[in-house]
């Protein structure tokens, strides 16, 4: 297969804790590769051996399809690392992408879990060729397409693309990779049935340029399509990431715009300084990412600075009068609830939750409180 580009994950829900002042220098990089593994779970456990032992953090998936790593290494022992890494036969050599901003602190852990899957794409093996991907294409490449009228295709959540973007791209309303992949094949069906040829060729659609943070997605994402019948399927090489440290090297202009979403506790690296996103909560331009704090929702939000600071860092008054409880009581009250980021991960839909947030506000005012149920708990002695 093609020399792999660089990684970006299934998801996740980043923290908040920052360590503070003092630690050594750290480098966030990523990677990952498809490739046949025999055993993930022995290997999870040499890998988290190893790497531990260099003060290695991050969160790193194996599958029998390979891997997908993000972790944050302490700078010295990066050469080491790249060692550890090489002395794996199904890694050596795999190319890795080292983040664009870098605040040291993206990491407060090593995770190393074996999934069914490295993307959790929702799409079943067998009914397509995974190999059988879009063409690699470099930065200036896609530029030019890009310039020739090709529709660039964002594979990511809407989350992600809602405080950065590609100029033009189409943005999949969906909050899955799944049902992206299928709102983007609906719309490229649609559009090609608009699409009259004077010569008849078959492939006369126009060329779809596809996208993600480091190019995993599009792995899948360009093999679907092609399966799909879009047979001029192009995919941004090394993701976004990689865009950006080309286009930079070469002094050329990003036609990425605004902030690129990323999956540690950074959330986000500033790629230009436009402003695409919006808060949900006050409509406000602002390209601020963050989760609720209340720990039982932690849903990601575009919130602005103004807001975080009204309903205390949270998505709603609901949340925010939990969340400013004393701690026992935030414990009392949390017991036997699903966290709601394990449902959906972010609030996306601005109308709506000012709507809710309204509603919210005004039987606050009725009743002093959201939830009639703290009674019992804040009654009893902690
Ligand atoms: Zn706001
Ligand atoms: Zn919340």
Request: hydrophobic share 35%; glycine share 8%; with cysteine.
């Amino acid at each position: 297969m093609d020399p792999a580009p660089p990684s970006d994950p299934g998801g996740t829900t980043p923290g908040d804790d920052r360590p503070t002042g003092g630690a050594p220098p750290r480098t966030t990089l990523s990677f990952y590769r498809y490739e046949r593994l025999s055993d993930p779970t022995l290997l999870r456990d040499t890998l988290h051996a190893d790497w531990s032992v260099l003060g290695v953090l991050g969160r790193t998936y194996l599958a029998r399809e390979g891997i997908n790593a993000q972790v944050s290494v302490p700078s010295e022992n990066l050469s080491a690392f790249r060692d550890a890494v090489d002395a794996v036969p199904e890694f050596a050599g795999v190319p890795w992408k080292i983040a664009l901003e870098e605040n040291g602190s993206a990491f407060r852990k090593l995770t190393i879990k074996v999934k069914p899957k490295l993307v959790a794409d929702g799409l079943s093996d067998g009914a397509f060729d995974p190999g059988d991907v879009g063409e690699h294409l470099d930065a200036a490449t896609f530029n030019r397409k890009m310039e020739e009228g090709a529709l660039v295709i964002d594979m990511r959540n809407n989350y992600e693309s809602a405080i950065g973007h590609f100029e033009g791209a189409y943005l999949p309303k969906a909050d899955t990779f799944r049902d992206a992949i299928n709102e983007v094949a609906a719309m490229l069906r649609d559009r090609s049935t608009c699409i009259v040829d004077p010569l008849n060729r078959p492939n006369a659609a126009p060329d779809v340029l596809l996208y993600c943070t480091g190019g995993i997605r599009c792995e899948k994402a360009s093999a679907y399509l092609k399966h799909e019948g879009f047979t001029n399927v192009g995919q941004l090489h090394g993701g976004i990431i990689d865009y950006v440290r080309q286009v930079r090297a070469q002094g050329r202009a990003s036609r990425f715009k605004g902030r690129n979403f990323v999956f540690d506790d950074r959330l986000s690296e500033r790629i230009t300084d436009d402003l695409l996103g919006t808060c949900v909560q006050c409509g406000q331009a602002t390209d601020r990412i963050a989760n609720c704090m209340e720990e039982s929702c932690n849903l990601l939000l575009v919130q602005c600075p103004a807001c975080a600071a009204q309903y205390a860092d949270c998505c709603s008054p609901s949340c925010q009068e939990i969340h400013l409880l004393p701690a026992a009581h935030q414990r009392e009250w949390r017991k036997g609830r699903i966290t709601r980021s394990t449902i959906t991960k972010a609030i996306t839909d601005a109308e709506t939750h000012q709507e809710l947030i309204r509603e919210q506000e005004a039987a606050l005012a009725i009743n002093g409180t959201l939830h009639p149920e703290l009674m019992d708990i804040t009654l009893k002695p902690m």
